[in-house]
């Protein structure tokens, strides 16, 4: 599982979206949230999805090829509360054209960062997946950064927040530092992709 790792390229407009029918893993959420480090941990490397410290640098989609059967997509992210209008607007088109262009989408992680709530663009892009019919799965990220009981509060609120979310089934905590959550995330993949 995961030999054959190949960046395939990054795509700035629909006409350079992929075409190749693969299966697709997508990977959305805020920028900085932790999608590319997220993509690194599960392949084991270091850097192979650019990580960054600066928010909002991947504006492309970027897509990796699995052992020639599966893609994982790095979606753009979007911004902060300050971000503009305008740039919001840029990053919805970008992503509702992805959703709406690709049908090849085989599962969503949505990633959200477990210190804080969900924010606007949190729902917005939960609203999206699911008008889209998308099978999603939430990812509770940097779970490194809370103690157990924060950890507890941040569990309860996602679920008061999309009450359509069950634990280990379409919710799961992860952190890139500690690898937790990485077991069960290659669990899932290996069960799509692998069927073991
Ligand atoms: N503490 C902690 N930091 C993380 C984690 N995942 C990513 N980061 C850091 O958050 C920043 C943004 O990560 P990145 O993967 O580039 O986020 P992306 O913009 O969503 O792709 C980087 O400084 C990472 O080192 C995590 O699980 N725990
Ligand atoms: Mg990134």
Redesign the pocket.
Known sequence: MFNKLEFIRSAHAIDQFDKSGLPEVL?C?????????????LLNRKNF?????T????RSVNYFLIDEKFKLV?LP?YGYAKTSFAEREKWAKLVKDYLSNSDSIELAFH?IDSRHKPTELDDKLNLLLKSSSITYIVIL?????LNQSQLATAKKRIIEHYPELNFGDNLYI?????KKGRKELMSLLNKLFYNS
């Open positions: 990977f959420g805020r920028s900085n949230v932790g999608k590319s480090s997220l993509i690194n941990t999805a650019k990580t960054s410290s928010p909002g640098k991947t790095d992210g990633l990220n940097k779970v490194d950064k992860f952190s890139s530092v500690t």
